[in-house]
């Protein structure tokens, strides 16, 4: 059994996106474990601009991939990136909106709470 995880602000995760179904464990959340290399704990709204950029850097997003059960994302998809994507996207000025309640607390380990915050979705 896994413990429950928490989100950057401490309380318990939620849920990031049914449809599409994601998180590592596409169970929906962005959760995380020791096997997961890319730490997909980012919650994000992904934009035009962010799946162009991830393309640009090797990780083509809005492509489906049947083979694997992707649908391939669209603007407006939440999904949970790898922080240090969501970190370089930051960095070069293209970083999607976030859903600070679910995004897991680990983020914070690739991500400054502050920057997630002044992309979130979910607090003014």
Known sequence: ????????LGEPLTDCSHDPKTGYFRDGCCRTDRSDGGRHTIC??????FL???K???NDLSTPRPQ???PGLKPGDQWCLCAARWQEAFEAGAAP???LQATEASSLEVCDLADLKAHALDVS
């Open 56 to 58: 640009a850097r090797g």
């Open 97 to 99: 909106r976030v859903v």
């Open 68 to 70: 694997w059960g992707f």
């Open 44 to 49: 994000a709204r992904v934009t035009a601009e």
């Open 52 to 54: 162009a950029f991830s």
């Open 1 to 8: 059994m896994t413990t429950p995880a928490n989100n950057v």
